[in-house]
């Protein structure tokens, strides 16, 4: 009877199996390391790329800086130029004002009718007196008064009976107010520039 000894074909076989497993050990953890580089490599791209965005939005925000405080320069510029125009307007409205007031006056006094013998312009109260030729004249001088775009209202002070001449004539006195459009206020300051003075008051004409 022939007897084989079959021990070490098992063992080669068992050697081979766990040379196999070792080598798919090997090759699974080269290809972990293959897929881990691969993540890797896609998430330093990945900051790359958003580190170079970051970079460009950052460079697009500083020009966007230089944009806004020149927008923000020429609006102060602006209110300055703005508000001297204002106070140019204030000085000429002023200056302008008293001739006004008294070619108004002028214009609503009838000449054949009412002669005027002293005005005193105060402010904005005007105390004439004159003579007219009768009550109706003077009611209707204070009527137009009344009416203007210029004066509140006219108030008779005294009337009485006078003669020039030959002429029987009303003399009288009056206190006119004045009611002037005001002058344009000047638009609101830019923050940081300064505050333009006031529009002197117009002056008293006597």
Do not use: C
């Not at 080598?23 to 170079?52: D, E, N, P």
């Not at 006056?105 to 003579?131: C, E, F, H």
């Amino acid at each position: 009877m022939i007897r084989i000894n079959l021990l070490p074909i098992r063992q080669i076989k068992q050697r081979i199996k766990a040379g196999q497993q070792v080598m798919a050990l090997v090759v699974g953890f080269f290809v972990l390391l293959g897929g881990m580089g691969l993540v890797s490599y896609g998430q330093a791209t990945k900051i790359t790329g958003l580190q170079a965005e970051t970079t460009r939005l950052t460079q697009e925000m500083e020009k966007h800086k230089k944009v806004i405080a020149q927008i923000e320069k020429i609006k102060k510029d602006q209110a300055v130029i703005e508000t001297k125009l204002s106070v140019i307007k204030g000085l000429k409205f002023a200056s302008q004002l008293p001739a006004r007031v008294l070619d108004e006056v002028a214009n609503l006094t009838p000449p054949d009718r009412m002669w005027l013998t002293s005005l005193d312009y105060t402010g904005a109260v005007l105390v004439v007196a004159g003579t007219a030729l009768d009550n109706a004249t003077i009611a209707e001088y204070m009527d137009k008064i009344s009416h203007s775009d210029l004066f509140l209202g006219a108030e008779l002070k005294n009337s009485s009976l006078t003669m020039i001449g030959n002429q029987k004539l009303k003399s009288f006195s009056m206190t006119i107010n004045a009611l002037a459009p005001q002058p344009p206020a000047p638009p609101p300051a830019a923050p940081g520039a300064k505050k333009a003075p006031a529009a002197p008051a117009p002056p008293a004409n006597k």
